[in-house]
């Protein structure tokens, strides 16, 4: 016995020592059971009591264990988002020893998400009552609010316009742009000429589209004359108000609506053309135009053109009985049309051409010369437009550049030893915020650049005069 006590003994040992690190093994698992075991028994309970308290008609008890089992349920949801690199390294780390912002950011990621989900579904509600009470606006004599059917523009503008859009007012539209959305809803019954915020937070500029707006934005069959060639023109033309005008060539309109505009109700623009898909283009675009004008102003659009698809080539009935105090030709081949135009036009008056490239306009005079036509070449001319960038001068930060003045020697030396004197005042007191100076008029320096976006080569005009030889 004496010989096997030892042995006993170390037998007892290790039996224990197993015993434990199967204990520690095990451990978990068994917590890992009890839990579990002690969620279903949970989640039986609440259904139970849900249950009962069903069958007997009392909901008074009923709700606590169901919003105790949301806000776990919302707890455990909370716990499974995976943490970010900041929450990681912030988590391991005293109090003490964060941040304010960091400190800040972990006491919202304790926050009950109740709170949030409230939050959220009362966002809503405030601003539809924003909305809702919006005070009515007040105008001055002669100006109205836009409404639905009106032509607007919209422009993102920054230090140049980087977006710009014609648009019409319509019920349940939204005007979408890189920059975000504007519900059209939103823009009925505001002023013209300002910003309206986007769903991004942009602001927008919104604006009534005038006729050179319109003129350059609205659908388009051909090329239009633009609005410094047609401005042109009409100077040439000398159109006032009241004058019988010849348009050939209607185009997409641009034109018509110009002389419609010169002539006033009591003149008549006659716009022949020759395309079915041009003649039908010109004409929606002149009544669409009118429909704008109408609601903007609540007056009427002088309805003064008459549309007609035909060859001016051969259209002699058409212009039979009609005297014309000026003609406006658009076309490829106008030498062709003159002979049939010249005996309607007034002596005196003025026929001017709109031609695309030098070589037409060759063509044209070459035509006249044959033709021996009482017209007179009095000008072939190009209008160009240069746009031009002019701005204060910017830093690199975005503050204004300054003028800076010559410094004498003398101004100088002064100049440094008060400098000396106030570093060494700002070492011995403390730093104080000054307040930045606006610069006074004249100080600033001004830049002033060809813009980059320029308007190339449109057409040649010719100023035709008929004369009496």
């Avoid at 809702?132 to 004599?141: F, H, K, V, Y």
């Avoid at 070449?377 to 002019?390: K, L």
Wanted: proline residues 7%; glycine residues 6%; hydrophobic residues 35%.
């Amino acid at each position: 016995m004496a010989v096997h006590a030892p042995f006993r003994l170390l037998l007892v040992r290790r039996l224990v020592s197993i015993c434990t690190s199967s204990q520690r093994r095990s451990g978990p698992k068994d917590g890992l059971v009890k839990l579990s075991t002690s969620g279903r028994q949970t989640r039986t309970f609440s259904t139970a009591a849900v249950k009962r308290n069903d069958n007997e008609g009392d909901t008074s008890d009923s709700s606590p264990p169901s919003t105790e089992l949301t806000f776990r349920q919302a707890l455990l949801s909370k716990r499974r988002r995976p943490l970010s690199p900041l929450e990681r390294v912030s988590g391991l780390l005293p109090r003490d020893a964060l941040s304010p912002e960091v400190t800040q950011l972990r006491e919202q990621n304790q926050t009950e998400p109740g709170e949030d989900a409230n939050t959220r579904a009362e966002e809503p509600n405030t601003s539809a009552c924003h909305q809702e009470e919006r005070p009515p606006l007040s105008t001055l004599p002669g100006e109205s609010l836009l409404t639905f059917g009106e032509l607007l523009v919209a422009e993102c503008r920054r230090r140049r316009v980087e977006f710009r859009k014609m648009f019409q007012l319509q019920a349940g539209g939204r005007l979408q742009s890189s920059w975000g959305i504007v519900l059209h809803e939103d823009m009925v019954g505001q002023h013209a000429g300002r910003f309206l915020k986007t769903s991004m937070g942009v602001s927008i500029f919104i604006r009534r589209a005038s006729l050179e707006d319109y003129v350059l934005y609205m659908k388009r069959g051909p090329a239009i004359a633009y609005p410094k060639d047609a401005a042109t023109m009409l100077m040439m033309m000398d159109v006032t108000e009241g004058d019988s005008v010849l348009e050939s060539g209607s185009g997409s309109g641009a034109m018509s609506l110009f002389l419609s505009r010169a002539v006033g109700s009591k003149g008549s623009v006659l716009s022949v053309e020759i395309r079915e898909d041009h003649h039908r283009r010109a004409a929606l675009n002149y009544q669409r135009w009118r429909s704008s004008w109408r609601l903007r102003r609540g007056e009427e659009w002088p309805d003064n053109v008459q549309f007609h698809r035909a060859d001016l080539g051969a259209a002699s009935p058409l212009l039979a009985g009609r005297g014309l105090h000026a003609v406006a030709l658009d076309m490829i081949n106008p030498q062709l049309v003159l002979p049939n135009v010249v005996p309607h036009l007034h002596p005196g008056a003025v026929c001017a051409v709109y031609l695309a490239n030098i070589t037409q306009v060759i063509d044209l005079l070459e035509g006249l010369r044959c033709s021996a036509l009482p017209l007179l070449c009095e000008r072939i001319i190009e209008v160009p437009v240069r746009v031009w960038a002019v701005g204060p001068a910017l830093q690199k930060d975005g503050r204004y550049c300054t003028r800076m003045a010559p410094i004498p020697d003398a101004d100088l030396r002064r100049g440094d030893e008060a400098s000396d004197d106030t570093s060494r005042e700002e070492t011995t007191t403390e730093e104080v915020p000054v307040p930045v100076p606006v610069p006074a008029f004249g100080s600033i320096p001004y830049t002033a650049r060809p813009h980059c976006d320029q308007m190339s080569h449109t057409a040649f005009l010719v100023k035709l005069r008929k004369c009496v030889r």
